[in-house]
């Protein structure tokens, strides 16, 4: 299983991004997936999850409200629509492939991981 991130950059507070993870076809269609950040000296942190139909989503409370997750099945691919970024968005984000159907918060809900992408946001 193989997941490529993308759509990461620098931008100014108060910017939008899109993140995309593009999965490979043997997978994902039928799990559940998330997205995860990492800042530096800081663990690994969940930030969203989908289901494998986009039936349920979930987000941290420090993104609701800004952040909106979706996935395009056909086209093996999940996003990120990230608006009103704040410098503390800054962190490389990880995309991940549940175990299930519906995934959750925790990274052992987790099987396979991308590269990550990094955001980073300047005050």
């Known amino acids: 299983v193989q997941l490529q991130a993308s759509g990461g950059g620098l931008v100014q507070a108060g910017d939008s991004l899109r993140l995309s993870c593009v999965a490979s076809?043997?997978?994902?269609?039928?799990?559940?997936m998330g997205w995860f950040r990492q800042a530096p000296g800081k663990e690994r942190e969940f930030v969203s999850s989908?289901?494998?139909?986009?039936?349920?989503?979930s987000y941290a409370d420090s993104v609701k409200g800004r952040f909106t997750i979706s996935r395009d099945n056909a086209k093996n691919t999940m996003y990120l629509q990230m608006n009103s970024l704040k410098p503390e968005d800054t962190a490389v984000y990880y995309c991940?492939?549940?175990?299930?159907?519906?995934?959750?918060?925790?990274?052992?809900?987790?099987?396979?991981w991308g590269q990550g992408t990094l955001v980073t946001v300047s005050s």
């Open positions: 076809r043997r997978t994902s269609s039928n799990n559940g």
């Open positions: 991940g492939v549940g175990r299930y159907s519906s995934a959750g918060s925790a990274l052992s809900d987790y099987n396979y």
């Open positions: 989908i289901s494998w139909n986009g039936s349920r989503r």
